[in-house]
């Protein structure tokens, strides 16, 4: 039996594994034999040769493990069904979009000088800690820090930044006693990657229908 080597994710998109690897920061496709080796292995095909899984534990893909069950993408989300913007909102306080401008600037860094992974591990630890005291907060109040992200668009280019925005939000949403969930997802034809951050099915800092474009790949 076999497992994904740690910190290794993958979903099927097109008709094909996409991997993340969050130790290496990066996305990437097997090649056609190795594709269908890992196809034929996760969907229980007797006939995957024992050299093919050889050499996707030799490339780091997988790894021994007797006690490991079927090979499986994670838990998907709630299907996303609507966008913040359906709340009713207030406008941001300007402490609010400060903060939303400080938080970027200090995701910014850490993806710069941290690997993916010390940035998942930070964010799991403290969604655990943040949904273990259950706070409520008002949709109102949701709305308006996820406003706030939208008013920096006027201090901070918003292009190709969905990673930095979605970690952003989420350490001010943990700062306000809130756990979202943090969704990395993929598309294929062409290829693409896209992050986002959801609360239950309504997503905060994008359109739902953008975000029902991607399989979730990785979600915190």
């Not at 992974?117 to 005291?133: G, H, L, M, W, Y």
Request: aromatic content about 8%; charged content about 20%; glycine content about 4%.
């Amino acid at each position: 039996m076999y497992r994904l080597r740690d910190n290794l994710y993958h979903c099927r998109s097109g008709g094909r594994s996409i991997f993340l690897d969050v130790d290496a920061n990066k996305y990437f496709c097997l090649s056609d034999p190795m594709e269908q080796a890992f196809a034929g292995y996760i969907e229980g095909s007797s006939g995957t040769a024992h050299h093919e899984l050889d050499t996707l534990v030799a490339r780091g893909v997988l790894v021994p493990d007797k006690m490991s069950e079927r090979i499986a993408a994670g838990v998907p989300p709630p299907i996303p069904i609507s966008e913040i913007g359906a709340w009713a909102s207030l406008d941001p306080s300007a402490f609010q979009v400060a903060r939303a401008i400080g938080y970027q600037i200090s995701a910014a860094l850490s993806l710069r000088y941290t690997s993916l992974a010390a940035v998942k591990f930070k964010i799991a630890e403290r969604s655990a800690r943040v949904r273990r005291c259950s706070r409520q907060l008002p949709n109102a109040e949701i709305a308006k820090i996820s406003a706030a992200f939208e008013r920096t668009s006027l201090v901070l280019a918003s292009a190709d930044r969905c990673l930095v925005r979605s970690l952003a939000l989420m350490s001010m949403m943990h700062a306000y006693g809130i756990a979202p969930r943090l969704i990395f997802g993929v598309r294929t034809n062409p290829f693409s990657a896209h992050s986002w951050v959801q609360l239950r099915d309504v997503v905060l800092n994008d359109t739902a229908e953008h975000a029902r474009l991607f399989v979730p790949i990785l979600v915190i």
